[in-house]
């Protein structure tokens, strides 16, 4: 399995403009996770999808975030109209859950830089 | 969310054991205790996952006494491959598990 996949790796864009991040789940996970992170505020957990069922947004830090998960395979994380105060680098997590052992596999991260 | 405290940050030599303490008083009884290590421009990755006593695998031990207020992950001889921030997490499950400030730990030559 090639793990989490994450795209794009790296994205440059000026404030105001919409930004959608992309995510694909190793398969056969069932749980899916948005991370953010930066250097003030360490990792973030911004929302977490069961069965493509948002459970937990209380992470989003605004409504100019948003988050899909249409199908098992693919979520996308949207930041809309995005400023400077975003910069940070976003990670994408699945996991196998219902079990006891709740290994995460976190994805490469997208880096994103709002200018 | 049952917090942790960690060090900041570690020294270390390589071929030490290098073994991080991790607090955390206001465990509950169904949580679990998760380590995950952190390299420079990736995401974390799973290390080790106890609940009470010993757990060893092919990279770590992970130390926690009887009253599970606190847990040490030990790794022994350590590279400068080793060099890393390294998570204390603790939690019932994934989604519960809250990512502290964590060790960053230097292995030197």
């Known amino acids: 399995d090639a793990g989490v996949i994450q795209s794009p790796r790296h994205e440059v864009t000026e404030m105001g403009q919409e930004v959608t991040l992309r995510c694909k789940p190793i398969s056969g996970h069932n749980s899916l996770f948005w991370y953010r992170q930066t250097m003030m505020r360490g990792l973030e957990l911004l929302i977490y999808f069961n069965n493509n069922v948002p459970i937990d947004d209380s992470g989003m830090p605004e409504d100019r975030f948003s988050a899909k998960m249409p199908n098992a395979s693919f979520s996308t994380l949207k930041i809309q109209p995005s400023e400077p105060r975003d910069s940070a680098v976003y990670f994408c997590a699945s996991s196998l859950s219902g079990t006891i052992f709740t290994e995460a596999f976190f994805g490469q991260g997208t880096r994103l830089t709002v200018v | 969310l049952a917090k942790t405290t960690q060090p900041i940050s570690m020294d270390s030599y390589e071929g030490q054991e290098v073994n991080i303490t991790c607090s955390h008083n206001n465990i509950a009884t169904n949580d679990y205790i998760t380590w995950y290590q952190q390299f420079p421009s990736q995401g974390p990755r799973f290390i080790i996952q106890?609940?009470?006593t010993k757990v060893t695998n092919e990279v770590a031990s992970l130390f926690i006494p009887a009253d599970r207020k606190s847990s040490t992950l030990s790794l022994p001889r350590v590279s400068l491959s080793d060099t890393a921030v390294y998570y204390c997490l603790v939690g019932e499950s994934f989604n519960k598990f809250y990512f502290g400030s964590g060790t960053k730990l230097n292995v030197k030559p």
């Open positions: 106890g609940y009470k």
